[in-house]
């Protein structure tokens, strides 16, 4: 009983995780620090802090947060104004 109970809070966690994480996709404004923001395809700024072990990645390969540039396509997963992981595009 204890196992079954165990197993159904850790899945309720994770599904709670998942529902209040989000992704942010537009346009690296500025990074300032450990903060980026983001304007997404309404012209929207939305601000995050990076996570230390936030997982990212420019064209595909891991990079730092400092190889980031204003100008970059980025998807930013964030949850409670930080950031997990950030998914960016060099500029073409």
């Known amino acids: ?8 809070v850790a899945v309720l966690l994770f599904m709670v995780g998942i529902v ?14 450990e903060k980026v923001t983001i ?3 309404d012209k929207k700024d939305t601000t995050v802090t990076v996570n230390k072990d936030a997982k990212i990645t420019l ?27 950030i998914e960016a595009k060099s500029k073409k």
Request: net charge neutral; aromatic share 2%.
């Open 39 to 41: 304007t997404d395809n």
């Open 59 to 85: 064209d595909g390969k891991e990079a730092l947060l400092l190889d980031l540039k204003a100008g970059q396509t980025a998807k930013v997963t964030e949850d409670g104004g930080k950031a997990s992981a």
């Open 1 to 8: 009983m204890m196992k079954k109970l165990a197993v159904s």
């Open 20 to 33: 209040f994480a989000a992704d942010i996709q537009g346009t690296i404004k500025k990074i300032d620090g």
